[in-house]
């Protein structure tokens, strides 16, 4: 066995050379030192690569190269990579102290936060965002300090990153960090090297919310987009390059996907939610990034899984995304911090809830607690198991190993406190775990150790199929290959808008993420007012100043742009939220008789009414949303569709190609009363609502309609300029009665005959009429009328998706006397009494 030997830290410099691929010592070529100062092995033929933060950790044996983690001089079987992970993990775990084993279930935060800032924007002249207050660099007091758990610098507490990996072994962080590519590559590689310097030297794993957080805090993916664009190879590609960029900076997962829930990026077709969220597992998998699927069963989306819940109890279809997810490869998946499938008890507590997940879906993986989750929160926990444990009796350490028994691996925590006993420090950090709680019901003879160590063995095994006991540093040089030659330039500049920014990326990423932006792009409505011409005077105005400075900007690239209402041909206004400002502004453009095109920046929970469809000439929503989740966010950005191509779209340059994913219904109400894990059941009568609920329990899988409700759009509606609609009115129909009418068929002799007439309704009082809407073309909207003779007896808005065909009731309210009411071409006669 040959060993590298020691050399003083102060004596490297003066030794190596720099640069990824030149040798680090002239009698060994072996070992190099890369750019980003760390050393390393390359690999070849069966031997992976091959990094450390010491030279001296490299040991020869039998002619190949291996590190000792512990630096016992020997080679463990967990340093060998010729064994399997499983082989690899049951050797750590006999090297492993009750202390390491609890500490590594702990996911927690990069200086107890969730979400840091690693580059100084201090000197920057930031409009918009807030870099936050936890900032932490490479050689800070927040990052080494090993002797203190907890310390205080300008006033805000940190749970030092030495101490917690050092003392409380913690090898699995949140790292939402703000900041330019290479400041996290190098506050990524510091603490490596923190954990390398350990007993054991088990490496980190690195997750955080963000899919794309190259440009940490500035842009993020836009989720959403994805569902509506519904186009399956974007998706795969354009995530593949997310997490390969993010992979190249040193993170290993991604709290995503999310659309596997009902209700959230992929909406409440469980066929299409499987299909999407399988591609978006896949494309984190195959390039390294693990996904962290959320959250089981639902939490988000547009409902949690308890408020979705209906009295059909559709637990087949909310599998139908969850098995998609599992069989795509998943390697983690979080809990949901709400009640599960036993009423009254929180989910993370019931067998019952996660048997779906480990038994009957077969998951091998890691699952994790949500976020916040603090001692105080566990300790609140109340209800009764399925097999009889009252939880209101039990002790934090009896709280703690139940969650593990349901099968759950990770505590969620943003740092880890010694003791068992809830303090003053558990307030001021928050959501903290207590290890020691767990190792005292272990030496009480409460809980084994074997049943704890399956629980460690999940996360040992991932680290090792991961490769980052062998390889954990990622040099910059390496990066800037997989980033882009452009991207150098964010060491000596600090982009902080969207063009700054678009000069770092890559340019394929922004060709990607604009057609992103025109296929997620919803035209809802259009009187026939766009395409624009650029004979056009154009008005903008928004409810953001910095949207209607980008889009004045990029319509003066087309048109004339005025700046007063009573100069304008159109308006523009684009907005996030249906607030007193836009109500204002609608009003001044129809005192102004100025049509108005509405651009609304829309979300799977926020979407346009029935009033926003009458206010505006013609509607677009753009589901287009960049905005950073979790964490601080910085810079002047837009996060929005680019206003050019918003541009490009209202002038046809290019065209809108979104389609909805959920229906809009007439009023808020009819969401409301939906059934949130029943599809297309917005806007129906609850016998039609039961029947689609029946064919959901046969049949899951089932291709629902999505013409039966009374809404204003369905799903898979879009209106496109190149295929305009062709809508068909017919079979008007009036409420009818049977009649009997004695009718004298020969002298002497009648017989009673039956017949349908109309029913004569009462005055002022309202009845329903229906007919049939066919559209046979695009999509389309129309406002169909009932006409009483000349006058408007009432109105209806309605849109029909390409080639779909509805039933239209409306209610009509008359006064007294004979009328004749037309819808169309269509005309009954009513006599009213």
Excluded at 540 to 564: H, P, Q
Excluded at 616 to 639: E, K
Excluded at 649 to 674: Q, V
Aim: aromatic content about 8%; some cysteine.
């Amino acid at each position: 066995m040959k060993r590298r030997p020691k050399l003083s830290l102060m004596l490297v410099p003066a030794l190596l050379m720099t640069g990824v691929g030149q040798t680090a010592f002239a009698e060994d070529s072996a070992i190099k030192e890369s750019a980003s100062g760390f050393f390393y092995i390359e690999a070849e033929n069966e031997r992976p690569r091959l990094s450390a933060a010491s030279a001296d950790k490299f040991i020869e044996v039998d002619g190949e190269w291996f590190k000792d983690m512990n630096g016992n001089g020997e080679l463990d079987a967990y340093e060998d990579w010729r064994l399997n992970s499983e082989e690899r993990t049951a050797d750590l775990l006999t090297k492993m102290s009750l202390q390491q084993k609890t500490g590594t279930l702990s996911f927690g935060g990069i200086g107890g936060k969730n979400g840091i800032t690693v580059t100084d924007f201090s000197s920057d002249d930031l409009s918009t965002g807030q870099t936050g207050v936890s900032f932490i660099k490479p050689d800070s007091e927040q990052m080494n300090n090993d002797t203190d758990s907890y310390i205080t610098v300008d006033g805000v507490v940190y749970a030092p990153v030495a101490y917690q990996i050092k003392n409380m072994y913690e090898t699995t962080m949140i790292a939402a960090m703000t900041g330019m590519p290479k400041d996290q590559l190098d506050v990524l590689n510091k603490i490596q090297s923190i954990a390398e310097d350990t007993e054991l030297g088990i490496p980190v794993v690195f997750s955080g919310d963000r899919t794309y957080n190259t440009w940490g805090g500035m842009i993020d993916a836009a989720h959403y987009s994805f569902g509506v664009a519904r186009d399956e190879d974007l998706l795969y590609n354009l995530y593949s390059e997310y997490a390969k960029e993010s992979v190249a900076l040193g993170y290993h997962q991604v709290f995503h996907g999310y659309g596997n829930e009902i209700g959230s990026f992929y909406g409440d077709d469980p066929e299409y939610i499987a299909k999407m969220s399988a591609l978006e597992t896949k494309a984190y998998e195959d390039n390294g990034f693990n996904s962290h699927s959320k959250h089981f069963i639902a939490r988000g989306g547009r409902n949690s899984y308890a408020k979705a819940k209906s009295p059909a109890d559709l637990i087949d279809s909310w599998m139908i995304g969850w098995k998609a997810v599992v069989d795509a490869g998943t390697q983690w998946v979080m809990t949901n911090n709400a009640e599960g499938r036993t009423p009254g008890l929180q989910g993370y507590t019931d067998k019952e809830t996660y048997k779906l997940l480990r038994e009957d879906l077969g998951y091998k993986g890691i699952i994790c607690l949500d976020w916040p989750l603090s001692a105080s929160s566990v300790m609140n926990l109340t209800g009764v198991t399925t097999d009889g444990i009252d939880i209101s009796t039990l002790s934090l350490g009896e709280r703690y190993t139940l969650i593990l028994d349901v099968g759950i691996d990770m505590f969620s925590c943003y740092s880890m406190t010694p003791g068992v006993e809830i303090n003053d420090v558990d307030e001021a950090v928050t959501n903290c775990y207590h290890p020691d709680a767990i190792i005292a019901e272990i030496e009480a003879g409460k809980y084994a150790e074997e049943d704890l160590d399956v629980h460690v063995a999940r996360v040992l095994k991932n680290k090792f199929d991961l490769g980052i006991f062998e390889n954990p540093y990622r040099d910059w040089e390496e990066a800037l290959v997989v980033l882009g030659d452009a991207a150098a330039g964010s060491v000596d500049t600090l982009p902080m808008n969207n063009e700054d920014i678009n000069a770092l990326r890559r340019p394929e990423i922004t060709e990607m993420e604009e057609q992103l932006m025109v296929e997620s792009s919803i035209l809802l409505k259009n009187d026939g007012i766009l395409p624009l011409s650029a004979d056009q005077k154009v008005f903008v105005d928004s409810t953001s100043e910095l949207g209607k400075e980008k889009l004045t900007a990029a319509f003066a690239e087309k048109a004339a742009v005025v700046e007063s209402l009573g100069e304008a041909d159109v308006c523009v206004v684009e907005v996030s939220s249906f607030n007193d400002t836009y109500e204002l502004m609608i009003e001044d453009a129809q005192d102004a008789g100025v049509p108005v095109v509405l651009v609304f920046e829309g979300t799977n929970s926020s979407e346009p009414e029935l009033q926003q469809f009458m206010d505006a000439n013609a509607l677009l929503m753009q589901t287009y949303n960049n905005t950073p989740d979790h964490g601080s966010s910085v810079g002047s950005f837009y996060r929005y569709v680019t206003p050019s191509v918003t541009v490009e779209m209202l002038y046809g340059e290019k065209e809108p190609a979104g389609k909805t994913l959920f229906e809009l219904g007439y009023d808020s109400d009819a969401k409301t009363i939906s059934w949130g894990e029943l599809q297309d059941d917005i806007g129906v009568d609850n016998a039609t609502r039961l029947y689609m609920a029946m064919m959901a329990k046969q049949n899951p899988s089932i291709d629902m309609p999505n013409n039966l409700g009374d809404v204003i759009v369905t799903t898979d509606y879009g209106i496109s300029y190149s295929n305009p609609a062709d809508i068909q009115l017919s079979l008007l129909t009036v409420p009818k009665m049977a009649q009997s009418v004695d009718v004298e068929v020969s002298e002497g002799s009648t017989s009673t005959q039956v017949s349908a007439v109309n029913v004569s309704p009462k005055a002022g009082e309202p009845f329903e009429i229906s007919f049939v809407a066919e559209n046979k073309g695009g999509s389309g909207l129309i406002t169909v009328q009932v006409m009483d003779g000349e006058t408007v007896a009432a109105e209806k808005v309605i849109g029909l998706a390409e080639g779909q065909f509805r039933v239209v009731t409306m209610d009509v309210t008359l006064e007294a006397g004979e009328h004749t009411i037309t819808v169309g071409d269509m005309s009954e006669t009513i006599v009213v009494e």
